[in-house]
T-cell receptor, first 115, second 112 residues
Framework: NAGVMQNPRHLVRRRGQEARLRCSPM?????VYWYRQLPEEGLKFMVY????????ESGMPKERFSAEFPKEGPSILRIQQVVRGDSAAYFC?????????????FGSGTQLSVL | GQQLNQSPQSMFIQEGEDVSMNCTSS?????WLWYKQEPGEGPVLLIA?????ELTSNGRLTAQFGITRKDSFLNISASIPSDVGIYFC????????????FGKGTLLTVNP
């Protein structure tokens, strides 16, 4: 089985541009979670989505950040008008149901660098 | 949000040595998880703990869920070079079955 696929692996943007990060969950998984990892920090929860629904976005910054998980296609984390502080590794995880246990798998992440 | 204090921040050991790292919290967690992250990759689950006092092994790794539910430790016995990486503890917040809080990680370096 293919794992959680994230692309691109590396993304470079200039301040003010938009960043779009994609995540395809594991086959059979319908729950997606996005986490952000700043340098030398642990991962921090951002948002939890099911197909066409945002379940919990309590970790998302109030402005410029949005996430979706459409009926067809990957989940997208979108950052508008990026700033240098958005530079981080963004990880997506998926599970077959909304519980965190051995069935939660992380992708390899997207490293976003804002110049 | 809740915070996890993980220590030590880094460890530099010789191959064959045993390693111990721990996490503490001021809040109760219902589940403790230990992950390993290698450079350029996402975290991979090593051990999951669900009950206070639970002691679980996975090969050379052993982890325990503290009785107070506010701490956990991970031991690695007879370390080998491929144990190198960052080890994270993570707790599942009370009332949530999906939102993980991560520690800042322990960077382990093993000298052959």
């Amino acid at each position: 089985n293919a794992g959680v696929m994230q692309n691109p692996r590396h993304l470079v943007r200039r301040r003010g541009q938009e960043a779009r990060l994609r995540c395809s969950p594991m086959k059979g998984h319908s729950h997606v979670y996005w986490y952000r990892q700043l340098p030398e920090e642990g991962l921090k929860f951002m948002v939890y989505l099911q197909k066409e629904n945002i379940i919990d976005e309590s970790g998302m910054p109030k402005e410029r950040f949005s996430a979706e998980f459409p009926k067809e296609g990957p989940s997208i984390l979108r950052i508008q008008q990026v700033v240098r502080g958005d530079s981080a590794a963004y990880f997506c995880a998926s599970s077959p149901q909304g519980t965190t246990n051995e069935k939660l798998f992380f992708g390899s992440g997207t490293q976003l660098s804002v110049l | 949000g809740q915070q996890l204090n993980q220590s030590p921040q880094s460890m530099f050991i010789q191959e064959g040595e045993d390693v111990s790292m721990n996490c503490t919290s001021s809040s109760i967690f219902n589940t403790w998880l230990w992950y390993k992250q290698e450079p350029g990759e996402g975290p991979v689950l090593l051990i999951a703990l669900y009950k206070a006092g639970e002691l679980t092994s996975n090969g050379r790794l052993t982890a325990q869920f503290g009785i107070t539910r506010k701490d956990s430790f991970l031991n690695i016995s007879a370390s080998i070079p491929s144990d190198v990486g960052i080890y994270f503890c993570a707790g599942l917040e009370g009332g949530s079955n999906y939102k993980l809080t991560f520690g800042k990680g322990t960077l382990l370096t093993v000298n052959p």
